[in-house]
């Protein structure tokens, strides 16, 4: 416990150019009704639909998807050894952990599945008890030792990427700015919770980032920063990662929270399903460049919400509601600011 709260006071600090955390922003405030309500009922959903093997079924089923889905429960403060949902953290892990290869580390069908899968790792670490994790108390690894093989893993596929990022298999030799956000967030709560994860890894990626970020805060998808079609969630991404690599010193950082706080309502997507990927990362890209924009953008996406959940608690999406509650769950976290890496 005392390392979970030095961690949750260390991790993702501003450099000190940045701006310190407001008073008003810390851990611990009250949380608005709309929130709790919304969050409550996606939790039910969550943990009805969750099956025995500790996954949530959905066209992209799988390690990613079920990291979601933990992260969404430890975000709600219940307690993840004794709470009311920790049996259903336990199982989820256990699916994680059980589907990673390993001698790769690999958390397949792809490296999505294996940042957000990692990313959940991370997390679940140093606060979730092993001892309990598997039936009698045997199970293929541990949670620390799942995230290092991971972590391995995700470091062994961009040491043979010519770009410095990640692409949906771990053999690639191209990247994205989508997956290699996924991943390296991932790599970055690894690193916050005391996992060795070497710097030129960081900054190779970051690295990647700044090349594919144009002067205007338009990110890229592949290739370069020239031609560029606006995407809200790359802009996010992008923006993301600046703030968790603490490199909020940089141009592209500023540009980014810059052309974000210039679009507050714009989604730069037609679709509501593409949204909750974009409204995902915009969340955090928000609160950790601008906290007064978060308020204002939050308080606009909580009635849009409210609007949207179905009377089972869940969030409509094509690649099916388990996927579309935990992204829309995890959007709305934020207002928790329970989870590690939701820390400013």
Not at 24 to 44: F, H, M, S, T
Not at 89 to 102: E, M
């Amino acid at each position: 416990m005392a390392r979970t709260l030095t961690v949750a006071l260390v991790l993702l600090c501003p450099l000190a150019h940045a701006t310190g955390q407001e008073p008003n922003v810390q851990v611990g405030q009250a949380v608005p009704r709309d929130v709790r309500e919304i969050y409550d009922k996606g939790l039910q959903y969550l943990a009805k639909t969750q099956t025995e093997r500790g996954d949530w079924p959905g066209v992209h089923a799988g390690p990613g998807v079920t990291g979601m889905g933990v992260m969404v429960f430890l975000a709600s403060g219940e307690d993840p050894n004794f709470g009311l949902y920790s049996n259903n953290v336990r199982r989820a892990l256990r699916s994680i952990i059980g589907a990673q290869d390993g001698t790769t580390g690999y958390l397949g069908p792809s490296m999505y599945h294996h940042g957000f899968a990692m990313l959940a790792l991370a997390e679940s670490y140093g606060v979730v008890d092993d001892r309990q994790l598997w039936p009698n108390g045997k199970g293929p690894r541990s949670v620390a030792a799942a995230l290092e093989l991971a972590v391995r893993g995700a470091i062994t596929s961009q040491r043979r990427n010519r770009f410095g990022g990640w692409r949906y298999s771990p053999q690639a030799t191209d990247a994205d700015t989508s997956v290699s956000g996924a991943v390296l967030v991932g790599l970055l709560a690894a690193r916050n919770a005391g996992i060795e994860v070497p710097d030129d890894a960081i900054d190779r990626a970051v690295s990647y980032y700044t090349q594919m970020t144009s002067p205007s805060g338009n990110v890229a998808y592949t290739g370069s920063a020239g031609g560029l079609q606006e995407s809200m969630a790359r802009i996010s991404i992008a923006s993301l990662v600046y703030s968790l690599a603490r490199r909020k010193d940089l141009p592209q950082f500023r540009a980014t929270v810059r052309y974000l706080v210039d679009s507050l309502e714009s989604t730069g997507a037609a679709k509501f399903n593409l949204e909750l990927y974009q409204h995902y990362y915009k969340a955090q890209a928000l609160y950790q460049g601008d906290v007064e924009a978060w308020r204002r953008w939050n308080t606009y996406i909580l009635r849009k919400f409210k609007a949207a959940q179905q009377p089972d608690g869940s969030f409509p999406c094509q690649y099916g509601p388990a996927l579309g509650t935990s992204l829309t769950l995890l959007t709305v976290a934020v207002n928790y600011r329970l989870l590690p890496i939701y820390e400013r």
